[in-house]
T-cell receptor
């Protein structure tokens, strides 16, 4: 069965500081990996995804993530955080083929201090 | 770009009544849609996979008779919460996959259900 672990429930960073959100997955083969962001009371917005190819993936809003097969990780990074980045971040893993059923991690709440 | 829309965005209903939530893919066809449920400050839990023209596939522990899913067309899936109870109050989100676009998965804006 596929699973996702986001070890950090809540992270606080100062505006302008760098950010790394951790994500570890369990899947029997090469997975599809996603990072989504959710503002309070809102739906999910896709930040980036990994399907194949280059293991360093660029996303929207200046985010990037690196797929490391040896570590079963897909950590999200941003070099300089903006106050508007404060939100809940979810890592998700999905199976290949026509079934895009996703399993989500429990999320990491990001707080940005001015 | 592709958009998945949910309606209503929020709904309040009385205990014992039924409420229907719609999920539409606005500019693409989706043979498969997914329904998730999210409790406050928690992650999303997959409820069921909605397949156009066939029965939905429910995840373990999800009551089929309580959460009725209908996928009548390639652009519309509906979730009906029957005989709603306060514990059904939650945020319900649907998603749809668009093939041919890098297998991107799009999520709706979500629907808040409050049962009083």
């Amino acid at each position: 069965a596929q699973s996702v672990t986001q070890p950090d429930i809540h992270i606080t960073v100062s505006e302008g500081a760098s950010l790394e959100l951790r994500c570890n997955y369990s899947y029997g083969a090469t997975p599809y990996l996603f990072w989504y962001v959710q503002s309070p009371g809102q739906g999910l917005q896709l930040l980036l995804k990994y399907f194949s190819g280059d293991t360093l993936v660029q996303g929207i809003k200046g985010f990037e993530a690196e797929f490391k097969r040896s570590q079963s990780s897909f950590n999200l990074r941003k070099p300089s955080v903006h106050w508007s980045d404060a939100a809940e971040y979810f890592c998700a893993v999905g199976g290949r083929g026509s079934n895009y059923k996703l399993t989500f991690g429990k999320g990491t709440l990001l707080t940005v201090n001015p | 770009g592709a958009v998945v829309s949910q309606h209503p965005s929020w709904v309040i209903c009385k205990s014992g009544t039924s409420v229907k939530i719609e999920c539409r893919s606005l500019d693409f066809q989706a043979t498969t849609m997914f329904w998730y449920r999210q409790f406050p400050k928690q992650s999303l839990m997959l409820m069921a996979t909605s397949n156009e023209g066939s029965k939905a596939t429910y995840e373990q522990g999800v009551e089929k008779d309580k959460f009725l899913i209908n996928h009548a067309s390639l652009t519309l899936s509906t979730l009906t919460v029957t005989s709603a109870h306060p514990e059904d109050s939650s945020f319900y989100i649907c998603s749809a996959s668009r093939t041919g676009s890098g297998n991107t998965i799009y999520f709706g804006e979500g629907s808040w259900l409050t049962v009083v």
